[in-house]
C-alpha cells in the first residue's frame, strides 16, 4: 500500500505565502498529484510532479524530491478564495491514485 | 476538451432500495475509470477500477456485490448500491483515464444520502 502524510489543517493570511508538505512511500512511482478541492465538489488538477524539481505555475509551484519521497505545493499571494482543502496524490505504474488525507487552508484577511 | 459527466449529481433514497451512478466521458474515449468514496471531512477512497469489457477489480474491504459497476462501452461507466444503508451516504466521485495517458479526469461527483 501506500502511506502518504500531510498536515490536517493551515491557516495564512491574505496575500501572504503558504507551503503544503507531503510525504510518501510508494513501491511503484508514476508522479505526484496535487488537487484543490472545495467542499461538496469533486477535486480540480493543480500539478503534476515526475521528475525532480520545481514546476511553476502562477501563484501554485510544485516541488517533487523522488529520493526522499517529498513534495511541497507552494500558494503565494494568498487570496480568500484559496481556502480549500489541498490533496497530495501519488500515481502509480497501475495509473491508480492514492490520495493524502488533505491539508485544509484557511485564508483570513 | 477532457470533460467527465456524473449523473445524478445529487440522490436520496430509501434504505433497502438501490441506486445507479453514471459516469460519462464525453469527448475523450476512457479505457479506464475509477470510482472513489469520500466521507466527510476524509480524502478520497479508491473503490475500484473499471475497465471496458471486463469485471471491475475492487480494492480490499469494498464489497463487489453491494457495489455493482459496469463499464459497458468506452464513455460510461455504472455504478450501482444495491440495497443502500444510511452508511452508505457519501460523496461518490468517479474519474476516467484516457487512451494511454496518466492523467485521471474527475466528474463532479454525486452526492447519496441514504435515510
Known amino acids: 500500500g501506500q502511506n502518504i502524510d500531510q498536515p490536517t489543517e493551515m491557516t495564512a493570511t491574505e496575500g501572504a505565502i503558504v507551503q503544503i508538505n507531503c510525504t510518501y512511500q510508494?513501491?511503484?512511482?508514476?508522479?505526484l498529484f496535487w488537487y484543490q478541492q472545495h467542499a461538496g465538489e469533486a477535486p480540480t488538477f493543480l500539478s503534476y510532479n515526475v521528475l525532480d524539481g520545481l514546476e511553476e505555475k502562477g501563484r501554485f509551484s510544485s516541488f517533487l524530491s523522488r529520493s526522499k519521497g517529498y513534495s511541497y505545493l507552494l500558494l503565494k499571494e494568498l487570496q480568500m478564495k484559496d481556502s480549500a482543502s489541498y490533496l497530495c496524490?501519488?500515481?502509480?505504474?497501475?495509473?491508480?491514485?492514492?490520495f493524502g488525507a488533505g491539508t485544509t487552508v484557511t485564508v483570513r484577511a | 476538451g477532457a470533460v467527465v459527466s456524473q449523473h445524478p449529481s445529487r440522490v436520496i433514497c430509501k434504505s433497502g432500495t438501490s441506486v445507479k451512478i453514471e459516469c460519462r466521458s464525453l469527448?475523450?474515449?476512457?479505457?479506464?475509470m475509477f470510482w472513489y468514496r469520500q466521507f466527510p471531512k476524509q480524502s478520497l477512497m479508491l473503490m475500484a477500477t473499471?475497465?471496458?469489457?471486463?469485471?471491475?477489480?475492487?480494492e480490499q474491504g469494498v464489497e463487489k456485490d453491494k457495489f455493482l459497476i459496469n463499464h459497458a462501452s468506452l464513455t460510461l461507466s455504472t455504478l450501482t448500491v444495491t440495497s443502500a444503508h444510511p452508511e452508505d451516504s457519501s460523496f461518490y466521485i468517479c474519474s476516467a483515464r484516457d487512451l494511454g495517458g496518466t492523467w485521471q479526469y474527475f466528474g463532479p461527483g454525486t452526492r447519496l444520502t441514504v435515510l
Open positions: 496524490a501519488v500515481i502509480e505504474v497501475d495509473y491508480k491514485l492514492s
Open positions: 469527448d475523450f474515449q476512457a479505457t479506464t
Open positions: 510508494t513501491s511503484g512511482f508514476n508522479g
Open positions: 473499471s475497465n471496458e469489457g471486463s469485471k471491475a477489480t475492487y
